[in-house]
């Protein structure tokens, strides 16, 4: 069974950081692009970033380019992301989602995905 758990969400003023991560069990993770994506209240799902399996290839989306670092470690089976210089516009719940069969943009494609975190940024 597949299971994909992040961690690391919570309060924070606008202009902090945060940093998330994604412990992924069940599944053979280094082989795996994986990704972070978020839903804000009220919106559809959204990409926030990509990494493939080895870590070369990695996208973001322009609404967090240059403030996020998608990164991970194949040895812990563990995915990260690092926010800085928050907005409340950042506030969402977070899911890390594994295998986007070939279109890491679009959120319907990843095969697998964990529960989520939530992430408030106050003004």
């Known amino acids: 069974q597949v299971q994909l758990v992040e961690s690391g969400g919570g309060l924070v003023q606008a202009g902090n950081s945060l940093s998330l991560a994604c412990v992924g069990s069940?599944?053979?993770?280094?082989?795996?692009?994986m990704g972070w994506l978020r839903q804000a209240p009220g919106k559809e799902r959204e990409f926030v970033a990509y990494?493939?399996?080895?870590?070369?290839?990695?996208y973001y989306a322009d609404s967090v380019r240059g403030r996020a670092t998608i990164s991970r470690d194949n040895a812990k089976n563990t995915l990260y992301l690092q926010m800085n210089s928050l907005k409340p516009e950042d506030t969402a719940i977070y899911y890390c989602?594994?295998?986007?069969?070939?279109?890491?943009?679009?959120?319907?494609?990843?095969?697998?995905w964990g529960q989520g975190t939530q992430v408030t940024v106050s003004s």
């Open positions: 990494i493939n399996w080895n870590s070369r290839t990695i």
């Open positions: 069940g599944l053979r993770f280094s082989t795996y692009g």
């Open positions: 989602a594994a295998d986007p069969r070939g279109l890491y943009s679009e959120p319907w494609k990843y095969n697998y």
